[in-house]
C-alpha cells in the first residue's frame, strides 16, 4: 500500500469511521497531467458510513474533504468520491 493510500485510509477511518472503505489509485491514468506533474495523486474512494446518514450528497463530500483536510492541497490532485450509508449499499 503506498503512503497516499496509507494517509488517506488513517484520515477517513479517524473522521468517519466507515464501515467500508476502498481507495484506488488511479494517478498511472493520468500521467502528464497537469496535476500529475505537480506531484498530487488521482484516486478513487468508495466508501459506506453511518455519518452520511440523512446528508445530502454534497455535505458527504464536504465531509470527506474535511477529513482530508491539507492532502487535498499536496497530496491528492483529483478525488473521485461513492459515499453510501450501509442501508444504500444493501439496496
Known sequence: MSDR?????QRLTDKLSPSSL????DSHKHVG???AAGGG??????????V?????LIERHRAIYDALG??????IHALSIK???QAEADS
Do not use: L, Q, W, Y
Open 52 to 56: 452520511f446518514t440523512g446528508k445530502s
Open 70 to 75: 491539507d492532502a487535498m492541497e499536496s497530496e
Open 41 to 50: 495523486g488521482h484516486f478513487t474512494v468508495n466508501i459506506i458510513a453511518a
Open 5 to 9: 493510500i496509507a494517509m488517506i485510509r
Open 22 to 25: 476502498e481507495i484506488i489509485d
Open 83 to 85: 459515499a453510501k450509508t
Open 33 to 35: 497531467h497537469a496535476g
